[in-house]
C-alpha cells in the first residue's frame, strides 16, 4: 500500500486520538525501564574507599595520631588517599600497615608510631579487603572485590552492556521485521524483567556480567522497536512530536535511578527494585495490537482492518474501509507483495567526495552525541556535592532539551539547531574545565548546560539524517549513523576512567569532539522547507540549490520514516 494511501487512514481515524494516546503511554511507559539498566550501573558499580584486610583479629588502629578506633569506624572520620596508610595492631602483637593494594608486616612489634622507617615485609591482600560503608552498604565491586589487580573487571560492567546494546538494535531490528513488532515488545519486556531480576541473584561476577549482557539485548531491542512500533500508530501531523518526546521518558528512568540509589544502598536490593519498573508493563503487553503497517506489508489485509476499526471506534470517528483505498490492487490480488527493493552497500553513502565527506561529518555528530550523552551522565558521581541529585538533574534537563528541539528546529532549522547544540556543549564542557574545584554548584550547572545541548543534539541527529539522504539508502544512512553512535556509547565509560589520568579528561574529549562536529556541520545543507529526495542526482541539485522549496512539513519522510528497526531506532 502506497504511503500516501497510509496516511489517508490517519486523515480518516485520527493523527493521534485516544486509542494511540493510550497505546503511546503504555509504550513510553516502558522506555522508563529502558533508561534505568542504561545507567543503572552508575550506583552498581561505586568503587568506595578501601584498604586491605588484615590477617588476624585487630586488637588497636591507629589513623596519624587518632588511635582507638575501630577498623570498619575509620572510614566515617577520615578519607584514605592514596598516600595514606592505617596501622593495626593484631591481637598475637604483629603491627601491619594497611593500604589500597598491598600490605607491610612490621618487623618491630612495639612500634606503633605511624611514621616507620625499619624493616617491613610486603604481602598481597589475601584476605580480602575493608570497605567504606558510609554511602553503600555493597556494591558490585565489594561483593566481588573488583579493586586494584581486578579493577578493570569493574570497569568493563558498562562498555559490555553497552557492546549488548549494539547487539540487541542488530537482532531485534531483524525479528521485528519478520515477526512483528508486537512479538518483539513482549518478548523483550519479559527479558528485560527476568534477566534484570537474575542480575540481583547471580553467584559471581562472570554470571552478572551474562545477566546484565543479556539485559542489554532486550532493553535495546525494545526501544528500538518502540520506536517504530509509536511511528507506525501516528500520523504524520503528530509524529515528530510524539518520537521525540519518547527520549523524554527515558530521561525519567535516569531520573528513578537516582531516586532508588538515595534510598537503596544494597546493590541487590537496588536491582531488583529498578527491575519491578518493567512489571505494570508485562502484565498490560497483551492488550497492545500489531501495527496496521506491519500487517499491510504482510498482506494480513483482515487483521489491519480490525485494528483501525478498533483505532476509529476509540477516536469516535468513522473507519477507513482498506478495500476503498486503490493502491490495495496495484500489485495484483490481495496478499501479493511489490517488488523488492535494489539493496545498497555501505559504499553508497560515499557516492562522490562531496556526500563522502557529508557522511563522515553525520557520523562524528552521532558518535559525539552518544559519547557526551553517556560522559555527562555516568560522570554526574564525580562533580561533588550529592551525587544522587546531580545524576537527577542530568535526567530532568533533556526533558527541556526535546522541546527546544520541537520547537525550534521547525522555525529556525534542522542545521541551525544541530550547531548550536554542538557548539553549546563544546562551550559548557571548556566552562567545566575552569571552574575552581570548590565551586561545586557551579560546576553541576555546567554539566547540566552540556548535558541540555548534547541532549538537544541527539533529538534531532535522526530526523536530520533521514532528510539529507535521497530514499534509495535514507535507511542505511540513519542505520549507519545509529550503530557509529553506540560505538560512542561503548567509549564513553573509558573516556570517564581516564580522569584518573587528568581530571577533565571526559571535558576535553567531549568538548573537542563537539566543537568539530559543529564546525563541520556548517557544510551540511539545511533541510527545513525542502522536499525529500529520491535519488542522488536530486540530492546534488538540493544542496547546490541557496533556495528553499515548498514541501508539506516533509510528509515524505513522515510517511516514508518507519523503516527497518534495526538500522532507526533511537539512538541511546
Not at 592514596?82 to 608486616?105: A, K, M, P, S, Y
Not at 521485528?176 to 508486537?182: K, L
Amino acid at each position: 500500500m502506497g504511503s500516501r494511501n497510509l496516511e489517508m487512514i490517519f486523515d480518516r481515524v485520527g493523527h493521534f486520538g485516544r486509542y494511540q494516546i493510550f497505546l503511546y503511554f503504555i509504550c513510553a511507559f516502558q522506555n522508563i525501564s529502558c533508561g534505568i539498566h542504561y545507567l543503572a550501573s552508575v550506583f552498581l558499580s561505586v568503587s568506595p574507599q578501601h584498604t586491605c584486610r588484615p590477617p588476624g583479629n585487630v586488637s588497636q588502629v591507629l589513623f596519624h595520631d587518632i588511635s582507638g578506633w575501630m577498623l570498619e569506624d575509620i572510614w566515617s572520620r577520615f578519607s584514605i588517599g592514596r598516600e595514606d596508610h592505617i596501622i593495626v595492631q593484631l591481637q598475637n602483637g604483629e603491627v601491619w600497615e594497611l593500604t589500597n593494594c598491598r600490605r607491610f608486616r612490621r618487623d618491630d612489634k612495639s612500634s606503633l608510631n605511624y611514621d616507620y622507617n625499619g624493616h617491613k615485609s610486603s604481602f598481597p591482600c589475601l584476605d580480602g579487603y575493608i570497605y567504606d560503608k558510609s554511602k553503600w552498604q555493597s556494591t558490585v565491586v565489594t561483593e566481588w572485590d573488583l579493586v586494584c589487580n581486578r579493577e578493570w573487571f569493574g570497569r568493563l560492567i558498562q562498555p559490555i552492556f553497552m557492546f549488548g546494546v549494539l547487539l540487541g538494535a542488530v537482532i531485534f531490528g531483524y525479528l521485528s521485521d519478520r515477526a512483528g513488532r508486537r512479538l518483539v515488545l513482549w518478548s523483550t519486556s519479559i527479558g528485560i524483567f527476568l534477566f534484570g531480576v537474575a542480575a540481583a541473584f547471580t553467584y559471581d561476577y562472570y554470571s552478572f556480567m551474562i545477566a546484565r549482557f543479556l539485559l542489554a539485548i532486550a532493553a535495546s531491542g525494545y526501544l528500538v522497536v518502540v520506536f517504530v512500533y509509536v511511528t507506525e500508530f501516528v500520523g504524520m501531523k503528530s509524529r515528530t512530536w510524539v518520537s521525540i518526546h519518547l527520549h523524554s521518558f527515558f530521561a525519567f528512568g535516569t531520573m528513578m535511578v537516582a531516586l532508588t540509589g538515595y534510598f537503596v544502598r544494597t546493590w541487590w536490593i537496588y536491582q531488583i527494585i529498578l527491575s519491578t519498573v518493567t512489571v505494570p508493563f508485562v502484565l498490560c503487553c497483551w492488550m497492545l495490537p500489531e501495527t496496521p503497517f506491519w500487517l499491510l506489508s504482510e498482506g494480513k489485509y483482515e487483521e489491519a482492518q480490525k485494528v483501525i476499526n478498533t483505532m476509529a471506534k476509540w477516536n469516535k470517528t468513522r473507519s477507513c474501509k482498506l478495500s476503498e483505498l486503490s493502491s490495495l490492487s496495484c500489485h495484483g490480488p490481495a496478499g501479493n507483495k511489490p517488488s523488492e527493493v535494489e539493496k545498497h552497500s555501505l559504499s553508497d553513502l560515499f557516492y562522490d567526495c562531496n556526500i563522502g565527506t557529508r557522511t563522515l561529518t553525520v557520523w562524528l555528530t552521532w558518535f559525539t552525541g552518544c559519547l557526551g550523552f553517556y560522559c555527562f551522565s555516568l560522570n554526574s558521581v564525580n562533580l561533588g556535592g550529592n551525587e544522587y541529585l546531580n545524576l537527577f538533574l542530568m535526567g530532568l534537563v533533556e526533558i527541556p532539551a526535546y522541546i527546544f528541539v520541537c520547537f525550534g528546529m521547525d522555525r529556525v532549522g534542522r542545521r541551525s539547531i544541530l550547531i548550536f547544540s554542538l557548539i553549546s556543549s563544546a562551550v559548557a564542557s571548556a566552562v567545566m574545565m575552569v571552574i575552581p574545584k570548590d565551586y561545586h554548584v557551579w560546576f553541576v550547572v555546567a554539566t547540566m548546560a552540556g548535558k541540555f545541548s548534547i541532549g538537544a543534539a541527539i533529538g534531532l541527529v535522526y530526523l536530520y539524517t533521514a532528510e539529507l539522504y535521497p530514499t534509495i539508502v535514507r535507511s542505511l544512512a540513519v542505520g549507519s549513523g545509529s550503530m557509529v553512535g553506540r560505538l560512542g556509547s561503548i567509549m564513553a565509560p573509558f573516556c570517564i576512567y581516564l580522569s584518573s589520568v587528568w581530571i577533565f579528561t571526559p571535558q576535553l574529549v567531549v568538548g573537542s569532539l563537539a566543537f568539530v562536529s559543529g564546525l563541520l556541520t556548517f557544510t551540511l545543507p539545511e533541510t527545513l522547507g525542502k522536499p525529500l529526495t529520491t535519488a542522488w542526482e536530486e540530492t546534488e541539485k538540493e544542496s547546490n540549490s541557496g533556495k528553499l522549496l515548498p514541501t508539506t512539513n516533509n510528509t515524505e519522510l513522515e510517511n516514508t520514516a518507519v523503516i527497518s528497526p534495526g538500522d532507526s531506532g533511537p539512538n541511546k
